[in-house]
């Protein structure tokens, strides 16, 4: 990187006649703040410039770990190989480093015997005699340094000792962001996974339960030679199996199992029609929204809340007889799922498979805006409570 030393008159003295400006590399390191790019880079671009600053013959930049416990060198300039490996990963707690890490403050050390001790090289106490450490901060945090070695004493002024440390306080700035940056990106992963095992839970593991559930059944009708019946849930598992291989491959192309592009309704019926074929539940839709306009996205996450407490009922509750509701009530929209069976306390059971999708489906909820109640139906059973405000898109809350 181009630095340009202003005229006479606005110059800095420093050792060996180099000088700068305080404006002019603060607004440097502005200006590559500004522009981004690799967080090592520009620490290292600006450390020829504070060396500069100083009158140093050398100088390292360090930055905290991500555990916090050392301190890691990520460049350096001037310094021999043996020295550089020596130095590479020190305690945050050492010597003058430890005390500019924490006192937050510019230090200069006139005795390096302590980091002749620790590192057993000649390099210090021979070619290294004085120790500049410049901490890197945000807010109070010294999240790095930088170390300037020196061969003789050098004599800095207090307005660049105030540089110094602006400059530290400005590349402080740029380790908090890039900080900020990895914990954002963990969390948009983080998400992603656990949106990936929400979609192969509803869109496969649903189906696959469907088959297990047919398993004993064909068994059975095979033992008993019952051809017609045998027949009969052959159809049924090689039908799902189908239907499980097709949302898997729709999965992996697109993350998630498309929506239904008739719409939610259709969905929902073919929903009913589906668990209706698949179980011996009697199920009622009552549709009493029939102007219902939600967003692709809206209609995706009900669906889906809606298929799990479908599969719920048909894995756990022994009911004879379930009943699906939509409606709109003061401006919300509510969903609800009941069955006459055996209760909430064995599809909620904390380790269950069933209580995963429990939490799948109240994370779905929150994504809309609303909550998710589960809990016992008036006259047994379980019932599935859903609602969400109404006219609210969910790609504006994203």
């Known amino acids: 990187m181009h630095i340009d030393w202003p005229e006479a008159g606005t110059q800095r003295s420093t050792r060996g006649g180099r000088c700068t400006s305080d404006g ?3 607004a440097e390191i502005t200006a590559g703040l500004a522009a981004g790019g690799d967080l090592p880079d520009l620490l290292a671009r600006f450390l020829a410039p504070v060396m500069q600053i100083a009158g140093a013959r050398a100088g390292a930049v360090r930055v905290l770990s991500h555990e916090g416990g050392r301190l890691q060198m990520i460049s350096q300039v001037g310094l021999p190989d043996h020295v550089v490996c ?16 924490t ?4 230090m200069w050390a006139d005795d390096v015997g302590h980091c002749a001790r620790r590192s057993a090289d000649p390099y210090f106490g021979q070619e290294c005699r004085h120790l ?3 901490p890197l901060t ?9 170390n300037l070695f020196f061969d003789s004493r050098s004599v800095l ?3 660049s000792t105030a540089l110094l440390h602006s400059i530290g306080e400005l590349l402080g700035l740029a380790l908090h962001s890039a900080a900020l940056e990895r914990e954002n990106l963990r969390s948009t992963v983080l998400h992603e996974r656990q949106a990936m095992a929400a979609e192969v839970h509803d869109s496969i593991a649903q189906t696959l339960a469907f088959v297990k559930m047919r398993m004993p059944l064909l068994q059975e009708a095979i033992t008993s030679r019952d051809e017609t019946a045998a027949l009969s849930y052959c159809a049924d598992v090689r039908k799902a199996v189908s239907s499980a291989h097709t949302n898997l491959r729709q999965v992996l192309a697109h993350l998630r199992a498309p929506m239904d592009p008739a719409g939610l309704k259709h969905a929902l019926r073919s929903s009913v029609a589906a668990f209706s074929e ?3 539940v009697d199920l009622t839709f009552e549709d009493r929204v029939p102007e219902l306009r939600l967003s692709a996205a809206q209609e995706f996450e009900v669906l889906r809340i809606v298929q799990e407490a479908l599969a719920n009922i048909a894995k756990h509750a022994g009911a004879r007889q379930a009943w699906l509701t939509i409606e709109q009530q003061r401006g919300q929209i509510v969903v609800e799922i009941e069955d006459d069976g055996a209760g ?6 904390p380790g269950d498979v069933a209580h995963y999708g429990l939490d799948i489906m109240r994370e779905r909820a929150a994504t809309l805006g609303g909550h998710l109640d589960v809990r016992a139906r008036d006259g047994g059973g379980t019932r599935v409570h859903l609602e969400f405000p109404a006219g609210v898109s969910l790609e504006a809350r994203r």
């Open 103 to 106: 006192r937050d403050t510019v």
């Open 86 to 101: 020596a130095e590479r990963s020190v305690d945050p707690a050492c010597g003058v480093c430890g005390s500019a890490f």
């Open 24 to 26: 002019g590399i603060l």
């Open 132 to 134: 500049l450490a410049v």
């Open 344 to 349: 909430p306390a064995r599809a909620d059971a």
């Open 278 to 280: 698949l179980t011996r």
């Open 138 to 146: 945000h807010r109070g945090r010294v999240l790095g340094l930088y």
């Open 157 to 159: 002024d207090a307005d």
